[in-house]
């Protein structure tokens, strides 16, 4: 997905978790949208759950954060699998299960884990692809947030 690309909508899920958002809620709610792609066979993906976890905490006055699922294995489509890790992570936010690659397709998607940071009026203003990072994106944050 491009720089200043619109928010996609949010259909197509398998299920949703923690709550369902719709594009037209992201956007009234005049917060930034953090959305997330993880995996749960992917290690990184999971060691970076408690640190999406104090992020979504840290700034959750100005941000929704999404986590979007992206089954990468056979077991990753395990919904009562998938289901177990967010209770046993402790997710507070929605979480959307991409278990046919909706979402994933539309964002061009290839990586877990995967970070892309959507401006109060809607549009793509930063991705981050893998596990580091955070400083940088938390910089993007303050800096979406001082505008």
Not at 33 to 61: G, K, V, Y
């Amino acid at each position: 997905m491009e720089l200043y690309t619109p928010l996609p909508e949010l259909h197509g899920a398998t299920k949703w978790v923690n709550g369902k958002v719709t594009k037209k809620q992201l956007i009234a709610n005049k917060k930034l949208t953090f959305i997330h792609f993880w995996s749960a066979s992917s290690r990184l993906s999971l060691d970076n759950l408690p640190i999406i976890d104090r992020f979504h905490q840290s700034f959750n006055e100005l941000m929704t954060v999404i986590a979007v699922h992206m089954p990468q294995t056979e077991k990753d489509l395990d919904l009562k699998v998938v289901c177990e890790l967010i209770k046993s992570y402790q997710l507070s936010y929605p979480v959307y299960l991409d278990h046919q690659h909706y979402l994933t397709t539309l964002f061009e998607n290839q990586y877990v884990p995967s970070y892309y940071l959507f401006n109060l009026e809607g549009n793509l203003s930063h991705v981050q692809l893998g596990s580091g990072g955070m400083k940088m994106l938390q910089k993007q944050v303050q800096t979406l947030i001082n505008k």
